[in-house]
């Protein structure tokens, strides 16, 4: 008998990404959720469109969205995605065939392969293509854990891997990358000081050596300018977090 699934999202302002997001699953998903912190955009109309199953949920960190939206879901596996995340073709029929196998059962979570999109180029080097992340878990096996950004699903038991890739159009332009790229370091140094973490003035002339290990190192040159622009841009994510928990503690 074929596993049910559901497929999980958090959204918000998501109209440009969902329908290719919602597109790639439908033939997979016997149940579509959406926690949603507050669009006023088509979001909604678009999970109403897909007969996804929504809520609202102020936001408060990638970890506890993520939680809150797995623990809605009701078939026995969940799959999760962002809203500028889709299936290929190829894993979408290996994901068919994998809750077709009397297997599935064998393993608590499976690793997918993520090939990341910049403005409008396919990075294969750099250390962002086939990035393998637990996305497809057995429900009530598994859990976000992090602080308000950069979250991680996790699983007890075995996993396993799949093969084919699902794409992320990450950054579609520069602005919208430093729109990120603020909120996140912010959230990011929150979760430090948070925990405690003390800051360290040899962060912030890190961007150098971050800029040799992604564009050289990693071979992101064979990138093009795009290539050259994500390690550039990269590289101060470290600088910048620790500049922001400075400012924290000052202002206390």
Known sequence: MKKELSVFLITKQEGKNLKTCLQSVKEIADEIIILDSGSTDQTLAIAQEFGAKTAFKEFTSFTEQKNAALEMCSKPWALSLDADEYLTPALLEEIKELLNSKDMDLCQGYYLK????????????????????????????????????????????????????????????????????????????????????KFKAVQLIRPPMEFFKIYILKLGFLDGIQGFLWALFSSFYPAVKYAKLWEIYKNK
């Open 114 to 197: 993520r090939s990341n999109v910049f403005l409008g180029r396919e990075m294969k080097h750099g250390g962002v293509h086939n990035e393998k992340i637990l996305r497809l878990v057995k429900t009530g096996s598994a859990r976000y854990v992090g602080g308000r950004v950069h979250e991680v699903l996790q699983t007890q038991g075995k996993t396993g891997e799949l093969e084919n890739v699902f794409m992320h159009n990450t950054y579609t332009s520069i602005e919208q990358y430093f729109g990120k790229f603020n909120r996140y370091t912010s959230l990011a140094a929150q979760t430090m000081a948070e925990r405690g973490k």
